[in-house]
Nanobody, 126 residues
């Protein structure tokens, strides 16, 4: 599976950006598709995930109510709409996929994801 993320850039606080990730290769609708981010000097952290089966969505508390994840199974893409951006949202954002078998409690864990995109930089200025 290959993942290609796009849509990062520079935006002022309060603004919006939309990230997109296209999956190719051996993919199917049952895989979970998620977003993580890594700020300078910090560990990579979970942002959001959308499950393949049922389309249930989950968010980190820090982005809940501001970010919206969605997927288009026909196009094998997952998007992350980011609104009301804050300077602390500045990070490299990575899309990733995990198998359909991933249990609910493990969806926020980096170790559950076996394919990763190259990352796209989001910078939010104050």
């Amino acid at each position: 599976v290959q993942l290609q993320a796009s849509g990062g850039g520079l935006v002022q606080a309060g603004g919006s950006l939309r990230l997109s990730c296209a999956a190719s290769g051996h993919t199917d609708r049952t895989i979970n598709m998620g977003w993580f981010r890594q700020a300078p000097g910090k560990e990579r952290e979970f942002v959001s995930v959308i499950r393949g089966r049922g389309g249930h969505t989950f968010y980190a508390d820090s982005v809940k109510g501001r970010f919206t994840i969605s997927r288009d199974n026909a196009k094998n893409t997952v998007d992350l709409q980011m609104d009301s951006l804050k300077p602390e949202d500045t990070a490299v954002y990575y899309c990733a996929v995990s198998p359909q078998s991933t249990i609910l409690s493990a969806l926020r864990s980096i170790r559950s994801y076996n394919y990763w995109g190259q990352g796209t930089l989001v910078t939010v200025s104050s």
